[in-house]
C-alpha cells in the first residue's frame, strides 16, 4: 500500500492517540515543518484533532520540535472541542429530561453516545445530536419547522446545534431489515445511562456499521467514523456470533469484514498495511474525502456529484450488493418526498 509521507503520519499519530498508546512507528513522523503543517490540516478535515492532540503529548520533543509554530492554533482548536462537547451533553440533558417528561422513549445515537468509547471522550468531535424513537413516538416529539430529511427523519436547529429525529434505528434499506432491527431490538433492547438511554453493545456496533456504509455508499466517509467502530469493537462486550449472525440477516457481512480489515491493516496498533483490493478503496475514500466527504462537496458541481455518487455505487455493490440497490432506490424515493 503506497501511502503519501503525510498519510503515513496521520495514521501513525491517530493510532497513537486512538489507543493512548506510544506511536509504534517514530520513523513516520521526521518530518519538515510543511508536512506537518499538512498533517494538522488533514486532521482538523478529518475532524480527528482530539487524537492529534493526544499523540503529540507522547513524542520526543526532537520528533515535535518542527511542529511547534503550529501547537498554538491545535491548541485553541482542543478548547473548542471542549467547550463543544460540554454545550452538547447540557442540551442532551434537556432534551432527555424534556421528552421523557412527556412519557417519549428516546434513545441517544452517536455522538455523545459513542464518545464515552474514548479514554477522553470530551475530546471526540461531536456534530449534531442524533435521536431514535420508536416509529409511534415520533411525530409527537417533531417540533414546528423542523424539516424532513431524505431518510425519513426530520432536523431541527436548537441553541445552535443540530438535532435529528430518526424512527429509523440502523441505516439499512433492504426489505426485511426493519423485521431483524425489530427482532434485534426486542433481544438486546436498550441501556439507560446516567443522563440518556442508549443502544445495547452489539446494537451501537451495528449502528455504527451501517452507518460508515451509508456514506462510504454517498460522497464518502471520514477518519473519525472508522475510529468510532474500532474503539466499539475493542472496548464493548458483546457476543461475537450474534454479531455475525446479525451481518448475515442484514446483508452487510462482506462490508463488515472489509471494514475489520481496515481497521486490521490501519487503525490497531502494529498494523499490517497489508490491504486488499476493497480495503485500499475503502481508504481512498476516507482519507481523501474528508470527514463525510466534505472537501469533495465543498467544490461540488451536477458532473462531480454524479460521478461521486457513481463510484459510491460502483464500490457499495461490490460490498453490499443488496444493500447498494435499495439504498438508491430509497434516494430516488427520499428525494421525490421532498
Not at 31 to 59: C, H, I, M, N, P
Not at 140 to 163: C, F, H, M, Q
Request: include cysteine.
Amino acid at each position: 500500500m503506497n501511502l503519501s509521507v503525510t498519510d503515513r503520519a496521520l495514521l501513525t499519530l491517530v493510532r497513537s492517540g486512538l489507543w493512548e498508546c506510544e506511536v509504534d512507528n517514530p520513523s513516520a513522523l521526521c518530518l519538515s515543518t510543511d508536512q506537518w503543517a499538512e498533517v494538522f490540516r488533514r486532521a482538523k478535515s478529518q475532524t480527528v484533532q482530539g487524537l492529534l492532540w493526544q499523540a503529540l503529548d507522547r513524542l520526543d520533543d526532537e520528533l515535535l520540535m518542527p511542529a511547534g509554530p503550529l501547537l498554538g492554533e491545535l491548541a485553541v482548536q482542543i478548547d473548542r472541542l471542549e467547550k463543544d462537547s460540554e454545550k452538547m451533553l447540557k442540551e442532551v440533558k434537556a432534551i432527555f429530561q424534556e421528552m421523557e417528561a412527556e412519557g417519549l422513549h428516546p434513545v441517544l445515537q452517536k455522538g455523545l453516545a459513542v464518545a464515552s468509547l474514548y479514554e477522553r471522550p470530551k475530546l471526540r468531535a461531536c456534530g449534531d445530536i442524533d435521536i431514535y424513537l420508536p416509529a409511534e413516538e415520533h411525530k409527537r416529539a417533531v417540533p414546528k419547522g423542523a424539516k424532513k430529511t431524505s431518510d425519513g427523519g426530520v432536523l431541527y436547529e436548537r441553541n445552535g446545534i443540530d438535532v435529528e429525529l430518526h424512527s429509523q434505528l440502523l441505516d439499512i434499506d433492504a426489505p426485511g431489515a426493519k423485521k431483524v432491527v425489530d427482532g434485534l431490538i426486542g433481544s438486546e433492547g436498550f441501556e439507560k445511562e446516567k443522563f440518556w438511554t442508549t443502544t445495547s453493545p452489539l446494537l451501537t456496533l451495528l449502528l455504527l456499521d451501517a452507518h460508515i456504509l451509508k456514506h462510504a455508499m454517498g460522497w464518502g466517509i471520514g477518519l473519525r467514523q472508522l475510529c468510532d467502530y474500532a474503539r466499539a469493537r475493542k472496548v464493548l462486550k458483546y457476543d461475537e456470533s450474534a454479531f455475525r449472525a446479525a451481518c448475515e440477516q442484514l446483508g452487510i457481512a462482506k462490508w463488515t469484514e472489509t471494514l475489520d480489515s481496515f481497521c486490521e491493516n490501519f487503525l490497531y496498533m502494529g498494523s499490517r498495511a497489508t490491504a486488499d483490493e476493497l480495503v485500499e478503496e475503502l481508504l481512498d475514500k476516507v482519507l481523501r474525502g474528508g470527514n463525510f466527504g466534505k472537501e469533495f462537496r465543498d467544490s461540488v458541481s451536477p458532473v462531480k456529484t454524479a460521478r461521486a455518487l457513481q463510484k459510491g455505487f460502483d464500490f457499495s455493490r461490490k460490498v453490499a450488493p443488496k444493500e447498494a440497490i435499495w439504498h438508491f432506490i430509497s434516494l430516488i424515493k427520499g428525494r421525490l418526498r421532498r
